[in-house]
């Protein structure tokens, strides 16, 4: 699991992390509510763990505002002195909320059910972003993001991620994949096909991404670092 941690106290950000690590959860910092939003909208983590007191911004309009254009689930940490109540969470569009100090333990748990009632609601409906590790795939604006980041791709180039990203892991042949990216049978040289993988390669920052299967063909991979 993705987490988006938003939390201004470092010593607290520090063993939250600590602990979600322990517990394999892959989990990004943010110290602002500014910089929360757009990480929200743009990593689009599979969670986000919301402190209530931020420096720029009241945690509650950060919630908001991410709930405008966004289901991610949403766990509020608030302060006992804040006096916030399950309620008022839930009704700023928080999934669940827990009143520092926490037990690592909680959390985690607090975590795995809010994850698990997400995706029992969102298997319902058909993903407009497609994420594979840190590279999301948006068919419908056909638009890529790394870690965050915008990739500009060619059409074709995206049409060629997006082909191979249909089964990730899965092995395309080169031939299939001029039929079905290209449109067309020619079963001449698949240079174009190289060339293309090449290209991508390059913009995706890592080769390992596409893995060439000798003799057969490509498959997408997620690169170990
Ligand atoms: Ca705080």
């Known amino acids: 699991m993705e987490i988006l941690l ?5 010593s607290v950000a520090a063993s939250v992390i600590d602990g979600l690590e322990n517990a394999s959860m892959v989990v990004r910092h943010v110290a602002n509510g500014k910089d929360a939003i757009s990480l ?27 709930r405008e254009t966004s ?3 949403i766990i509020v940490l608030s302060a006992r002195s804040e006096e916030i109540d399950r309620v008022l969470a839930l009704e700023f569009g928080a999934d669940d909320y827990m009143v520092k100090p926490f037990g690592m333990r909680e959390l985690v748990a607090r975590i795995r059910a809010v994850g698990r009632r997400a995706n029992q ?18 068919r419908r604006t056909q638009r ?26 899965a092995v395309f042949r080169r031939n299939d994949i001029m039929s079905e990216v290209w449109d067309t049978n020619w079963y001449g040289t698949t240079k174009t096909v190289d060339a293309h993988v090449a290209a991508l390669r390059k913009k995706l920052g ?13 498959r997408l991979s997620i690169p170990d670092s």
């Open 6 to 10: 938003v939390e201004d106290d470092p």
């Open 40 to 66: 929200a909208i743009s990593t689009n983590p599979d969670l986000i763990l919301l402190d209530l007191g931020l420096p720029d911004m009241d945690g509650q309009d950060v919630c908001r505002t991410i």
């Open 144 to 169: 890529v993001l790394i870690n965050g980041e915008d990739i500009y791709l060619t059409p074709k180039e995206f049409d060629l991620l997006a082909h191979l990203a249909t089964d990730p892991g």
């Open 71 to 73: 289901s991610i689930p």
């Open 206 to 218: 890592n080769q390992d991404w596409i893995e060439a299967v000798r003799g057969v063909g490509f």
């Open 121 to 138: 609601s969102e298997s319902a409906a058909t993903p407009a972003i497609q994420v594979i590790g840190p590279l999301s795939i948006d």
